[in-house]
């Protein structure tokens, strides 16, 4: 069987204006639920808790402290988890949360914890939803806990199961020479093997390796997936159909392999 990890960012689940685009979700389970009745082995990360807090509270901005952040994504987890739950249930999908802490990278008894947990699930044909545990991983620049950002738990993860293939779904086609929103002559790459100084540049602002998403913490999984066997391909989540085309060799988005 071929092992899929799929990570999906705020901005393919939530539209800009707060509302849930409940029908990407709902694509992404049709999609997701195909694939593992095709017989592959799919895991998936998913952001999106504070953003489904907010709009479950009616929030019109971000909490400003992080403790109110925290409140907000120990709602919006639980709500999140509710809407996967009655998408999948439509296919006759199962389900898992499984919420990660750093300590899985730190402590080898935590990691054999979460590798049989999710070898476990994965034999009994349930999805694992996989999301950083927020009440735990106290602060943003807390290395200790916290991972950094989803982009970074997906590599983990893949590197954990052992994954063949890790599908980063963001708002974007992929990996271009430069931000296409500030260049709009920056030209897409199909394939990237070795991220250079160079690709470093192109992603800008360097500075903030442990930032919350941007495109260097998509290169810094790239890199961690590069050191392995896996491959990673960044696309644009709009439409979660796309899935397919890329699981069928179609050149879209940007590999990392
Ligand atoms: P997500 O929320 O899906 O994780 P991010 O907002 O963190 O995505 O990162 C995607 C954004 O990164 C793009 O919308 C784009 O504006 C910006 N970006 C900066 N540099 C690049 C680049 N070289 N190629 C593509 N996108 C880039």
């Not at 998936?44 to 479950?56: D, F």
């Not at 931000?179 to 199909?190: R, T």
Request: net charge negative.
């Amino acid at each position: 069987a071929q092992r899929i990890v799929i990570k999906i960012g705020t901005s393919s689940l939530i539209y800009p204006n707060g509302n849930i685009n409940l029908a990407g979700i709902d694509q992404l389970a049709f999609v997701l639920t195909d694939l593992k009745n095709q017989g592959k082995e799919i895991v998936l990360v998913s952001s999106g808790a504070i953003g489904v807090g907010m709009n479950k509270l009616h929030l019109e901005s971000r909490p400003a402290t992080i403790p109110a952040q925290q409140a907000v994504a120990a709602v919006g987890q639980a709500e999140l988890m509710n809407i996967y739950n009655q998408r999948f249930l439509t296919y006759s999908q199962q389900t898992a949360q499984v919420l990660l802490t750093r300590d899985i990278v730190e402590f080898p008894e935590s990691r054999k914890n979460v590798v049989n947990t999710l070898e476990q699930l994965l034999q009994m044909g349930i999805i694992p939803i996989i999301n950083e545990n927020d009440t735990v991983a106290i602060d943003e620049l807390d290395h200790q806990t916290k991972f950094g950002d989803n982009d970074q738990l997906s590599a983990i993860v893949t590197q954990l199961v052992k994954g063949d293939l890790l599908i980063m779904l963001s708002d974007i086609d992929g990996f271009y020479s430069g931000n296409p929103a500030k260049n709009k002559n920056a030209i897409l790459f199909h394939a990237i093997h070795e991220i250079t100084p160079q690709i470093w540049d192109y992603a800008g602002d360097k500075g903030s390796k442990f930032g919350t998403g941007g495109m260097v913490s998509k290169l810094n999984a790239a890199q961690r997936i590069l050191t392995t066997d896996s491959a990673m391909v960044l696309a644009n989540g709009q439409q979660p159909q796309v899935i397919f085309d890329i699981l069928a060799g179609k050149q879209i988005g940007t590999l990392f392999c």
